[in-house]
Nanobody, 119 residues
Framework: QVQLVESGGGLVQPGGSLRLSCAAS????????MAWYRQAPGKQRELVAG???????NYADSVKGRFTISRDNAKNMVNLQMNSLKPEDTAVYYC?????????????WGQGTQVTVSS
């Protein structure tokens, strides 16, 4: 079982920056692939950025060059640095932990944190 708690959301002007953090419980955090997803009103949840247990990263095309995902296994934390924010980045951002072992899929979600980009 993994519990995820996001923080760092808020209201920011276009062009501004925010740093989201996700604190994870559990002693095997390092074995999970971690990701940030977002869901805007009336839209499907979409992958924003992911980082594997081996620290390979991937990003949605819409955020490449602006967002950076990182993880600190010693602190059981995953962060999302968001720069040059745009109004279209407005959404609820969710932290996700994913692992497949022994044919079993483990998938955990945080409660979400609101990011609003508006002047």
């Amino acid at each position: 079982q993994v519990q995820l708690v996001e923080s760092g959301g808020g209201l920011v002007q276009p062009g501004g920056s925010l740093r989201l953090s996700c604190a994870a419980s559990g002693s095997i955090f390092s074995r999970y692939d971690m990701a940030w997803y977002r869901q805007a009103p009336g839209k499907q949840r979409e992958l924003v950025a992911g980082i594997t247990s081996g620290r390979t990263t991937n990003y949605a095309d819409s955020v490449k060059g602006r967002f950076t995902i990182s993880r600190d296994n010693a602190k059981n934390m995953v962060n999302l640095q968001m720069n040059s924010l745009k109004p279209e980045d407005t959404a609820v951002y969710y932290c996700n932990a994913h692992r497949v072992t022994g044919g079993i899929v483990y998938d955990y979600w945080g409660q979400g944190t609101q990011v609003t980009v508006s002047s």
